[in-house]
T-cell receptor
């Protein structure tokens, strides 16, 4: 069975400071890993994905994530946070074979304070 | 524009009624999914379909039904057997060539 853990319900960061949103996963086989962002009363927007290759993945809006196989982690990062980054962030995983559903974490609410 | 369209955006249901949420995609994706979102619980999978005329139960299928008669459509019916249907419902689709799923804008269902 696949699972995702986002250990922090809420992350607060000052504008201009670096941010990290944590994610760990469990999957049988090779994982595909994803980050999505959600604004109030909206659907999920895709940010970035890890499929294979370079462990540092760059995505939309200046976000990046680092895949760490030994720690089974896929933390989301951004060097300098913006107030507009405030939103709900979801980490997701699926196995690499087949067109199977994504399994999501419970989400982390990011608040960037001016 | 290509994408996933969910309708309606807001839906109110009286207790004991069945309601159907619409999800249409023009991305030519084979797979479609329904998730339920509740505060603090993330997204939970209700049903998914990997091909027309076939679908599988997810983690919380009780009280819901789906059909997949056309590739572009995957409606979700919330039946009266669903005891706590008030939630935000999200539809998504994906294809074998793109591992990420693409989401609609959601339908907020409220029982009145």
């Amino acid at each position: 069975a696949q699972s995702v853990a986002q250990p922090e319900d809420q992350v607060n960061v000052a504008e201009g400071n670096p941010l990290t949103v944590k994610c760990t996963y469990s999957v049988s086989g090779n994982p595909y890993l994803f980050w999505y962002v959600q604004y109030p009363n909206r659907g999920l927007q895709f940010l970035l994905k890890y499929i294979t290759g370079d462990n540092l993945v760059k995505g939309s809006y200046g976000f990046e994530a680092e895949f760490n196989k030994s720690q089974t982690s896929f933390h989301l990062k951004k060097p300098s946070a913006l107030v507009s980054d405030s939103a709900l962030y979801f980490c997701a995983v699926r196995v690499s074979s087949g067109n199977t559903p994504l399994v999501f974490g419970k989400g982390t609410r990011l608040s960037v304070i001016a | 524009d290509g994408g996933i369209t969910q309708s309606p955006k807001y839906l109110f249901r009286k207790e004991g009624q069945n309601v159907t949420l619409s999800c249409e995609q023009n991305l030519n994706h084979d797979a479609m999914y329904w998730y339920r979102q509740d505060p603090g619980q993330g997204l939970r999978l209700i049903y998914y379909s990997q091909i027309v005329n076939d679908f599988q139960k997810g983690d919380i299928a009780e009280g819901y039904s789906v059909s997949r008669e056309k590739k572009e459509s995957f409606p979700l019916t919330v039946t009266s057997a669903q005891k706590n249907p008030t939630a935000f419902y999200l539809c998504a689709s994906s294809s074998g060539g793109w591992p990420e799923a693409f989401f609609g804008q959601g339908t907020r269902l409220t029982v009145v």
